[in-house]
Nanobody, 113 residues
């Protein structure tokens, strides 16, 4: 059974930074791609970033390209989302996803203007 636990969310000012972590249990972490998604109040969940199982390829939504960086440490079974130059519209609950199947419980990110 795979469990994903996000951490690192919180309150930041516009222009600030936060780093999210997603720790995984189970033995298949390095087999699958990882992704980060977010859901703002009243909106549907949307894709933010993804990384291949080796970490060699990354993908970003246009809205975060150049500001967010996704990475992973397969030895620690952990994925990260470094978020810089935060904007109020980045406010959302952020979820990590493994293999397009397993989801974490989410971590709240709030950016004040």
């Amino acid at each position: 059974q795979v469990q994903l636990v996000e951490s690192g969310g919180g309150l930041a000012q516009a222009g600030g930074s936060l780093r999210l972590s997603c720790a995984s249990s189970g033995r298949t972490f390095d087999t699958y791609a990882m992704g980060w998604f977010r859901q703002a109040p009243g909106k549907e969940r949307e894709f933010v970033a993804a990384i291949s199982h080796t970490g060699g390829s990354t993908f970003y939504a246009d809205s975060v390209k150049g500001r967010f960086t996704i990475s992973r440490d397969n030895g620690k079974k952990t994925a990260y989302l470094q978020m810089n130059s935060l904007k109020p519209e980045d406010t959302a609950v952020y979820y990590c996803n493994l293999a397009d199947y397993y989801w974490g419980q989410g971590t709240q990110v709030t950016v004040s203007s």
